[in-house]
């Protein structure tokens, strides 16, 4: 018959204990792990439309790498990867519709959809903005971007220096799958925009009014004001006001000439980028000289009635390339 005796059932509780210590130590580390993450981010919140999380307070190096540790860490058998480069990768273009309500213009819709006003003017094709019809239905991107029609010497190379786009952000976009591009292909080049000039000739933000004043006469064909019988054009906009009121230049540029005519009477001519010229008539007095580069609204001159006018006003003439076009839809 063997004997116990009290030292030895001492040592095998004892044994027991740690073992059980171990045990737990071992089945509560995910937890303690848990703890450090909700110490380390105490201000987590839900954010965007799949969830996801975003944090408000700076977060260290050490503490990145804890939490990128954890985040790959096997749970049976199962490894989740944290893997936010993709993130911030380029997309392949998908496309909303939407059909124009009464009141829509191209600034509330570009922050409605949080794009820039570039993107939905260059992707739909509008020439002016103001004039976009309640009824017509716009193509809206999944991302800011421009179209680039390819013309016959363009490379896939020589857009991407163009625009500063990386070429595989533009072929992975396009869904490419090759270097080559037929002319009259439209690229939609990720992340670029429009020539700030061209984007203010669409939005007919390019002048400002010379003259504060009435509209007495508008751009194209009408009736003589000194024979009624007779119709002619009218190559710009007549502007109501009384000798020696203010002309101010409607957008910076060169003086580029000065001077008197049958018509116009006392006039001055500027010129300024993109072909654009504009021509201000009928003047009483030059406040400007041959040459001088003139500020958009600086004084130029001032309202009068010589040449052929029938009352004090200014008659203003804006020339694209040479041709006299109307002004209305690029003035503010």
Do not use: C
């Not at 030895?8 to 937890?31: A, C, H, Y």
């Not at 003589?224 to 540029?253: C, L, Y």
């Not at 003086?255 to 072909?275: E, T």
Request: charged fraction near 20%; aromatic fraction near 12%; avoid cysteine.
């Amino acid at each position: 018959m063997s004997m116990f005796y009290p030292d030895q059932f001492f040592k095998q509780t004892l044994i027991f204990r740690l073992i059980s210590v171990f045990f737990l130590f071992f089945l509560i580390n995910p937890v303690q792990y848990l703890y450090k993450i909700e110490k380390i981010l105490p201000n987590l919140k839900e954010h965007g439309i799949g969830g996801g999380h975003y944090r408000e307070e700076i977060i260290t190096e050490a503490d990145d790498d804890l939490i990128l540790t954890l985040a790959s860490h096997t749970f049976e058998d199962e490894i989740v990867v944290l893997e936010q480069e993709t993130l911030l990768k380029t997309r392949f273009l998908f496309y909303d519709y939407y059909l124009l309500k009464p009141g829509d213009n191209i600034s509330t819709l570009s922050y409605t959809f949080g794009l820039n006003q570039d993107t939905l003017i260059s992707v739909n094709g509008i020439k002016a903005s103001r004039g976009i019809q309640a009824g017509k239905s716009l193509k809206i991107p999944n991302q800011d971007g421009i179209i680039h029609t390819v013309k016959k010497n363009d490379t896939l190379s020589s857009i991407s220096a163009r625009y500063k786009i990386e070429q595989e952000d533009i072929k992975t976009v396009n869904e490419l799958f090759s270097d080559f591009i037929a002319a009259g292909t439209n690229l939609f080049i990720p992340g670029a925009k429009m020539d700030w000039e061209q984007l203010q000739e669409i939005n007919g933000d390019l002048f400002m009014w010379p003259v504060n004043g009435a509209l007495t006469s508008y751009f194209g064909w009408r009736r003589s004001p000194f024979n009624r019988s007779v119709r002619h054009f009218h190559n710009g906009i007549d502007i109501r006001g009384s000798t020696g009121t203010p002309v101010r230049a409607a957008m910076a540029g060169r003086v580029s000439a000065v001077g008197y005519d049958n018509v116009f009477g006392n006039y001055i001519i500027i010129s300024h980028h993109s072909g654009y010229r504009t021509l201000y008539g009928h003047l009483s007095r030059f406040r400007t000289t041959l040459g001088a580069y003139v500020a958009q609204g600086e004084r130029i001159g001032d309202v009068g009635n010589t040449g052929q006018s029938t009352g004090s006003h200014l008659h203003f003439t804006v020339y694209k390339n040479g041709v006299a076009i109307n002004p209305r839809p690029l003035m503010r």
